[in-house]
Structures are given as structure tokens and as C-alpha cells.
């Protein structure tokens, strides 16, 4: 029983507790013209009224708000039963009400000392967050921009490659990777090896590096930069899942009829330069690795420099 009334005590002053303090002001505001007007019901032989003092509205208003704030000037007084009974809960109303008050003023600071609090520490954790990101920053915009100079390898013939200006087009054809094969020809690249093997590799290592990034920092305090990072890590994960075009892509392609490397290469590559509409080769061995390569690109370049923009703003943010 004791337990009981002890909850529901409990949950009284909680919902009591959550009342903002403006609410209380104006009930007790409301309650004087309303016991104001009670007394004004009631017969004037109920009180004690000075010689000469009024008895309409604005005199008993008057009257109920020397009662409920317990100035009690004695002017006017109750002297019988109705009169000092109304009177008497007027003033029990009052100070519950400013009790109530007081409480929901306290429990309002403490709600703002509790935010305040968190605020900071959201704003440390920001801090710290974007300390860690900024350190991280470097490695990850390196990964992206060579990302993006293999890709335009891979999507541009070599005859139209330049070293100076060597930007990727976002709109580059099917046709346009009819030279992935050769070197990539880009200043950082002092190899001989394939463009798009490159490219592989240089997949992987963006993907490892936005990764890790993903696992260092609290992406969630810049959404976008997440969704990004997510989205071009779990595509690496499923292209390269099915073996297309791996670290050994051209160990993959199908041999010539002489058995070499080369005239498989050569036969794709003039296949690719020569192919008319939407690349669709659906299980033609060589071909379809080709094609996932080119969907591959045209989502993962765009997110690429979606990143670039994503981290830019907030480097200079």
C-alpha cells in the first residue's frame, strides 16, 4: 500500500515536474478574476467592508489578489462561513500553485544544465572527430585523385591522353575503353602495366583507405561523407568479389589462338572500339568482365568526387 502510494507520488511530481513554469504564472493569473467573481456572488454581509469601499467586480478583484499573492491588507476581511472557506482555498491555491511553480523553474534549470552539458560534449566529440578526420584527410584525397587519373586512363583512348589536364569525363562511352589494356601513361605511373590493372589496384587501396577511415572516425557527424564512403566501399566489395578483373586481370581474358596475352587483348579492344548501343554481353567470357568494369566506373568515379566535395567542406568548415 505505502509502496504504491509512494509510485504514484512519484510519477505526480514527475508529470507535475515536466509543466513549463509559464503554464503555472497564468493559472495563477486566471485563478484572481476567477475567485474574484465568487466573491462578487457572494452577499456583501459575508465580509467586512470598509465605510464608503465599493462592491463590484473590480473591488473584489482587488480583494482576491490581496488574498492570493498573502499580502492580507485587512481592508476587506471574510467574517462568516462561505466568505472565509473561499478565501481560505484562495490562498491554499496560491501557494500550492507557486510551489509548483518553483519546482517546475527548478527542474526546467536543471534540463538546461543537462543540455548545456551535452552540448559541450557534443561539441568536444565534434572537435576531437574532426581532428581525427582532418590527420586522415591527406592519405584519402591522394587515394581519390589517383582513383580518378586511372579512371580517365581506362575511359580515354591513349591517342587523346594528355599529362597536362588529365581530368576524367563522367560522360565517356563504352567505346572510349578500347585502350585499357595499354600503359595509363600518367606521370605518377612509371610503369608498363595495364591501365585498368592499375586501376584495380589503386580500387583497392581507396577502398581500404575510406574504410578505414569509416572504422577512425564518427562519420555520422557528417552524413554525407558516410554515405559515400559506405557506398563506394560495399561497390568495390561486390565487384571485386566476383574476381572482375582482379590484381591478374589480364591473366583472366581468353587466349588467342597463338595462345598469347596479347592477341586476346587486341581482339577485345577492337571489339570494345567497334561496339554499337548499351554495353550489355551479358556471360560472353572477356566481354562481361568489360562491361561490370564500365558500370563500375560510372558509379564509383561519381562517388569519388562527391567525396572530394564532401571532404573539401568540411576541411574548410
Request: proline share 4%; net charge negative; glycine share 4%.
Amino acid at each position: 500500500m505505502l509502496h504504491s502510494l509512494s509510485n504514484w507520488f512519484r510519477h505526480f511530481f514527475h508529470v507535475v515536474s515536466n509543466i513549463r513554469p509559464i503554464v503555472w504564472i497564468c493559472s495563477y493569473v486566471c485563478l484572481m478574476p476567477v475567485f474574484a467573481l465568487i466573491y462578487w456572488w457572494l452577499p456583501d454581509s459575508q465580509f467586512r467592508i470598509p465605510e464608503n469601499a465599493g462592491t463590484d467586480f473590480g473591488s473584489w478583484l482587488y480583494y482576491s489578489i490581496v488574498t492570493i499573492t498573502t499580502l492580507g491588507f485587512g481592508d476587506y476581511t471574510p467574517a462568516h462561513g462561505w466568505a472565509q472557506a473561499v478565501t481560505a482555498v484562495e490562498v491554499m491555491c496560491g501557494l500550492i500553485i507557486l510551489g509548483l511553480f518553483l519546482n517546475a523553474v527548478g527542474s526546467m534549470k536543471s534540463e538546461i544544465d543537462v543540455e548545456t552539458e551535452l552540448e559541450k560534449q557534443r561539441h568536444v566529440h565534434f572537435a576531437m572527430e574532426k581532428e581525427k578526420l582532418m590527420k586522415c584527410i591527406p592519405t584519402v584525397m591522394h587515394n581519390l585523385n589517383k582513383f580518378l587519373a586511372y579512371c580517365y586512363a581506362v575511359t580515354t583512348p591513349e591517342n587523346k591522353r594528355k599529362e597536362e589536364d588529365a581530368e576524367y569525363n563522367q560522360d565517356f562511352t563504352f567505346n572510349d575503353m578500347s585502350d585499357l589494356f595499354k600503359p595509363s601513361g600518367l606521370p605518377f605511373d612509371k610503369t608498363r602495366m595495364p591501365a585498368v590493372e592499375r586501376l584495380m589496384k589503386c580500387s583497392s587501396q581507396t577502398s581500404l583507405s575510406l574504410d578505414s577511415l569509416e572504422t577512425r572516425v564518427d562519420l555520422t557527424l557528417w552524413p554525407e561523407l558516410l554515405e559515400n564512403c559506405f557506398t563506394f566501399v560495399a561497390n568495390w566489395q561486390m565487384f571485386s568479389s566476383f574476381d572482375v578483373l582482379s590484381e591478374k586481370a589480364i591473366a583472366l581474358l581468353p587466349k588467342g589462338e597463338d595462345g598469347s596475352e596479347e592477341e586476346a587483348e587486341s581482339k577485345i579492344s577492337a571489339e570494345i572500339a567497334s561496339w554499337k548501343g548499351e554495353s550489355d554481353f551479358n556471360n560472353r567470357s572477356g566481354m562481361r568482365e568489360i562491361d561490370e568494369l564500365y558500370h563500375f566506373i560510372k558509379e564509383n568515379a561519381a562517388i569519388a568526387r562527391q567525396l572530394e566535395v564532401a571532404i573539401t567542406k568540411v576541411a574548410n568548415s
